[in-house]
Structure formats: C-alpha cells, structure tokens
C-alpha cells in the first residue's frame, strides 16, 4: 500500500482547506485510514480516523467540529475537510492506513501500518 497526502497549503485563520490522501493497492476498500499532524518541536498526534467501510468517524478534540473526515472508495481516496482553521492547526499532515481485521480502528499512530509523505498546512493569523 502506498499512500500519497495533498492538498496543503498557506491559508488564514478561518479559513478552509481539504487534504486528500490517494492510496494505491487493491486492499483500499479494507484499510482503516487515520490523520495524524506534526508540528515543529512537537511530536506526532492524532487528528481524526475514518474505518473501512467509512461507517465510523472519529476526531481528537481540537477538532471535532471543524474538521471532517470521508472517503470514496471507488477512487482509493481519503478526504480531511478542515475548516475554521486556526493558526495552532498549522502542522505536516500525514495520512496513515492499517488493514482492518478486528474493527479496531487505531488512534495511535504506532498501530499504523503505510504511510505518506506529508502535506504541510500553514494557517497564519
């Protein structure tokens, strides 16, 4: 599996973006996705994680009720719908998969199986 992050950008305080994470492979449909984020001198934190079927959503609380997590299948993709941004939700963005066996899905990023590169977001106040 391998999974590509996008979408980052510069974007004032308020404001919206949506990251993508595109995963190749044939085992889309079974992986648990997770977002993490890393901000300078920080170590790496959950943001939010979505389960195979998409049925299941969950979200740190530094986000819940800003951020959305969704994904379409038929495109292997994975979509961070990140709106009222603040300038503390600046951070690389990482997209993170495991395959679903349990119906577990993972919040820490050690249970995390592929990841992608990153996408850095920039929120300036």
């Known amino acids: 599996v391998q999974l590509q992050a996008s979408g980052g950008g510069l974007v004032q305080a308020g404001g919206s973006l949506r990251l993508s994470c595109a995963a190749s492979g044939r085992t889309f449909s079974r992986l648990n996705i997770g977002w993490f984020r890393q901000a300078p001198g920080n170590e790496r934190e959950f943001v939010g994680a979505i389960s195979w079927s998409g049925g299941n959503t969950y979200y740190a609380d530094s986000v819940k009720g800003r951020f959305t997590i969704s994904r379409d299948n038929a495109k292997n993709t994975v979509y961070l719908q990140m709106n009222s941004l603040k300038p503390e939700d600046t951070a690389v963005y990482y997209c993170?998969?495991?395959?679903?066996?349990?119906?577990?899905?993972?919040?820490?990023?050690?249970?995390?199986?592929?990841w992608g590169q990153g996408t850095l977001v920039t929120v300036s106040s």
């Open positions: 993170a998969a495991v395959i679903n066996y349990s119906g577990n899905v993972p919040r820490r990023n050690r249970e995390y199986d592929y």
